[in-house]
């Protein structure tokens, strides 16, 4: 029995809506429907893609696999239907910015104005400590702490970021505020890859460090905390009303910059978003750099 392509929108929809009845409603069909139609592209792969448990259809290693497929399919439908159907010329529609979450608080100040003039395109943050592959679709911005190497991507220079050292009031009001006398809370990857992380580690002692955190965000939890100093970027901890900054000034410094794949250099959307992005930084320059 050949394989109909059209069978692989039910078994993307019983991943991405959890149960066949939601899946049946969000393709508007009967369930007897969608079962029938996932039947038969288990009779054409020639394999179970689900297992029936009390909790409902769960996608097996073949049932996951198949829906990887179908995603992608699917993405590429979407993307081809905008580049014939010339959505890519308006100021709508969705576009995916990757970021960091220490990174995401500040780039929504960005685009409130891009919200305003442009009601019909809705961003969508992909948060990671992780870089997203803009190659792979994982994304259509990101807003990156480091240096693209990919020759196949397309970066420009933003600003650059400062970072410093911080404590509570409280910690500092209990060790002071000689470097050498504090707990540091430190960074894991790919943080402790970062100018902040490197330098961290090449000014304290390993005994000093008493947690390590995989994101700034966490880091800054365990300052508030009072758990012990730790080195953050100045937008992040200048916010802070109760952390004291103990380096007057940066003892590292991030280039930030913005990258896309070339395919979306004429998507006026993304060029929009990216235009918010660019005079957000050109705002905030100083203040971002210390």
Known sequence: MSLNWDDLRFLLALRREGSLGAAARFLKVEPSTASRRLAALETALGAKLAARTPEG????????????????????VD??????GGDDQRPEGTVRLATTESLATFLMRGLVSLREAYPKIQVELVISSAAADLTRGEADI????????????????????????????EYVERKGT????????G???????????????A???????????DSVASALNAVRAGMGASV??????????GLV??????????????????????????????????????????????
């Open 57 to 76: 259809l769960v996608l097996n290693e073949a049932g996951m696999l198949a829906s990887d497929l179908a995603d992608t399919i699917d993405r590429g």
């Open 142 to 169: 990101a807003i990156r702490a480091f240096r693209e190497t990919n020759p196949t991507l397309v970066s420009r220079k933003v600003g650059e970021m400062g970072w410093a050292v911080f404590a509570s009031r």
């Open 245 to 290: 900054r103990l380096t007057p000034e940066a003892v590292a410094k991030s280039e930030i910059f913005v990258v896309i794949a070339p395919s979306h250099r004429d998507t006026r959307r993304v060029r929009l978003v990216i235009d918010a992005i660019v005079a957000h930084f050109e705002r905030e320059g100083t203040r971002i750099a210390g």
């Open 178 to 185: 000689a470097l050498g006398d504090l707990a540091f809370i």
């Open 232 to 241: 953050m970027p100045f937008f992040v901890a200048t916010e802070e009303p």
């Open 203 to 213: 000014n304290t002692r390993p005994e000093q460090v008493v947690l390590a955190c």
């Open 79 to 84: 993307s081809l239907r905008a580049q014939v």
């Open 187 to 201: 960074y894991k990857d790919p943080v402790s890859r970062s100018p902040g992380g490197v330098w961290l580690a």
